[in-house]
């Protein structure tokens, strides 16, 4: 069963859209939430999310969590072609033995930027 | 400032093989280390963790092993190499668990 959902798995728009993608989540003692930017390579760190409310913002790109709720989104304004990758969510699960937390990811939005 | 070399960047090694991926940290000490699959398709799943020297956990029972022989050095290995085993690897680390979770540039395997 996923405890890390994203939504959608793929989205296609033109260059100048905003988009919105989803994550929500299924933790007790949640720590924090992280978003993920995946081009070709490895992930690139995005942002880092603790407290519920609390808006993260880095240029076109913006957070927010809803602790309550338990999901956050990750808006991205006047897209570029530059931002097609795929995005993903990480949240801290303990782990089987309950004495350390890991990242689980979710399976990723595939966004597309056409021009 | 803190980097993480993995290597090789590519292999192509034959089913039965044996596999010994390496990962290392510099400019930090006492690191939690994590080896990530992602097959095809976009999941990430977590193989191993290491919160110190010789502490290994596994998350997925296979037919890899890791190990942890220097505070910021990570090795993944197999002893025989099964196709379902292809996939890209990817060595991370963070410091403690509220921080972010940094990757190396990954390993791709293909099992012929």
């Known amino acids: 069963e996923d405890k890390v959902v994203q939504s959608p798995l793929s989205l296609v728009v033109h260059e100048g859209d905003t988009v919105t993608l989803n994550c929500s989540y299924e933790v007790t003692n949640f720590r924090s939430l992280l978003w993920y930017k995946q081009e070709k390579k490895a992930p690139t760190f995005l942002f880092m999310l603790?407290?519920?409310?609390i808006e993260k913002k880095s240029g076109r790109l913006s957070s927010i969590l809803d602790k309550k709720e338990l999901f956050s989104i990750l808006n991205i304004t006047a897209t570029q072609t530059g931002d097609s990758a795929v995005y993903l969510c990480a949240v801290d699960l303990p782990t089987s033995g309950g004495s350390n937390y890991k990242l689980t990811f979710g399976k990723g939005t595939l966004l597309t930027v056409n021009p | 400032s803190q980097t993480i070399h993995q290597w090789p960047a590519t292999l192509v090694q034959p089913v039965g093989s044996p596999l010994s991926l390496e990962c290392t940290v510099e400019g930090t000490s006492n690191p939690n280390l994590y080896w990530y699959r992602q097959a095809a398709g976009r999941g990430l799943q977590l193989l191993f963790y290491s919160v110190g020297i010789g502490q290994i956990s596994s998350e997925v029972p296979q037919n890899l092993s890791a190990s942890r022989p220097q505070d910021r050095q990570f090795i993944l290995s197999s002893k025989k190499l099964l196709l379902s085993d292809s996939g890209f690897y990817l060595c991370?680390?963070?410091?403690?668990?509220?921080?972010?979770?940094?990757f190396g540039n990954g390993t791709r395997l293909t099992v012929t």
């Open positions: 603790t407290s519920s409310g």
């Open positions: 991370a680390w963070r410091q403690g668990y509220n921080s972010p979770l940094h």
